[in-house]
């Protein structure tokens, strides 16, 4: 494996210094590309100290937002529930017994869908159409690694400095 792994962002942050990989290109419609992630007021020329924008507390009618203490789970006023990230553990585990008893509850339905999907003319991928996808799937993954592989070890023009990544 090629590069250095980093264990800190003080580590990265470092590296990216010592290399000089700490440059923007901001020059027109590059800065759009930024924007979601760095401010740039502070290099427009109309910008002043402490005009920020203040917003009130609360929120327009009809956007309430309710809290339940005993879950710690933020309730959107669409009824989706956002948990606190302290129980995301919980949140990301995943039980395969209720699929399981749901396809058990349904199997009636399920099985008049495909008489249904059968009737029409649908039939199930073979073994030989499976075979040949999970086939060209590999010879997919071979030309990647190759194209990585050829990339890499023709690689001669490793500039230092910065250029410009954006092209219009």
Known sequence: MRGESFYSTEAVQGHMNDKSHCKLFTDGDAALEFADFYDFRS???????????????????????????ESMELILPSGARV???????YYKQRFGLSRAVAVAKNKKAVGRVLQQYKALGWT????????????????QRMKS???LKTGMSNNATKQMHFRMQVRF
């Open 145 to 147: 690694k190759w194209m």
């Open 43 to 69: 290099s427009y020329p109309d910008h002043g100290e402490g005009e920020d924008v203040v917003m009130s507390g609360e929120l327009p009618a009809g956007k309430n937002l309710e809290y339940d203490d």
């Open 83 to 89: 948990g606190h990230r302290s129980l995301m553990r």
């Open 124 to 139: 199930s991928s073979t073994g030989a159409a499976l075979a040949r996808e999970r086939d060209m799937q590999y010879l």
